[in-house]
């Protein structure tokens, strides 16, 4: 288990007398696993809220003909504890424990553009203000990350070409979208929290920007030669477009 996964099994009382004591112990001496503990503990996001597009989104009638032998499919969230939407979630969001972001998908569904904006959305609902005003400040980490996330994603990415005015960057971090590398350069905006930019790797060619709202966020997005773009966050759509076409202007000319 995942350190996140092990803190829930605990929580939802699924661990043996053994298990228990050494969560309790870990508590004791890892002061980061005693955070994160506290956090999951206390922690009033709903995954089944968070979620519930993806199961909407299942395409049960292939599974149903799919079986090996007769049986009825059924589409009820309730069905799932706790602990399945959190794996789901680990799958899907990646975590703090440092998975990958994932989405079961066919290889059809998975090809769709609108797709890895939705699995975005479904990550990005998980993230409070407290997900990113904990990170580390030090422009040393955070120059290392950019520079990570710009070599994999073959973009001049620049600290300075990042910044946002009046809105802090936080994290740049890569992710995994359909076995591709998916980079996420996180913000926190005082007032409305936190912010994303993300790019993939594409082939469909330039777009210009477009919007939409999913999952009480707004998102723009676009598309270079070579990759996709998205800012996605709770600030109102033309904000968040202004935010847009300032990190477009210093990402014109890559890709």
């Known amino acids: 288990m995942s350190a996140d996964e092990l803190i829930v099994a605990y929580l939802d009382d699924e661990l043996d007398a053994a298990a228990k004591l050494a969560v309790e112990d870990r508590l004791n001496r ?3 696993f005693s955070e994160r503990f506290e956090f999951l503990a206390s922690n009033s996001v ?3 809220a968070a979620f519930t597009a993806l199961l909407d989104e299942a395409p049960v009638e292939r599974m149903k003909s799919n079986l090996s032998a007769p049986g009825e499919i059924k589409q009820n969230a309730a069905l799932l504890d706790r602990r399945r939407f959190f794996a789901a979630a680990c799958l899907i969001a990646g975590a703090v424990a440092g998975g990958g ?3 079961l998908l066919s290889s059809g569904e998975a090809a769709s553009s609108q797709n890895w904006r939705a699995v975005v959305a479904d990550y990005m609902q998980l993230y409070s203000a407290d997900t990113l005003s904990n990170l580390s ?3 040393a980490v955070k120059a290392d990350q ?3 996330v710009a070599s994999v994603m073959e973009l001049p990415l620049t600290t300075q070409g990042l910044m946002i005015s009046g809105i802090p960057f936080k994290r740049a971090q890569l992710l995994t979208f359909n ?3 998916l980079a996420q350069i996180a913000y926190l905006d005082p007032k409305y929290g936190p912010i994303a930019l993300c790019v993939t790797h594409t ?3 330039k777009t210009d920007f477009q919007k939409e709202e999913r999952l009480g966020m707004n998102i723009i997005f676009w598309a270079s030669a070579d990759h996709s773009f998205m800012v996605i966050g709770r600030n109102p759509p033309d904000q968040l477009e202004e935010i847009a076409g300032q990190l477009q202007r210093s990402l014109n000319g890559l890709g």
Do not use: E, H
Request: charged fraction near 40%; avoid cysteine; aromatic fraction near 0%.
């Open 46 to 48: 709903s995954m089944r």
């Open 146 to 148: 950019i520079a990570r």
């Open 30 to 32: 890892d002061s980061a």
């Open 137 to 139: 400040d030090d422009p």
């Open 179 to 181: 076995k591709k590398p």
């Open 101 to 103: 972001l994932v989405r």
């Open 203 to 205: 082939s469909a060619g």
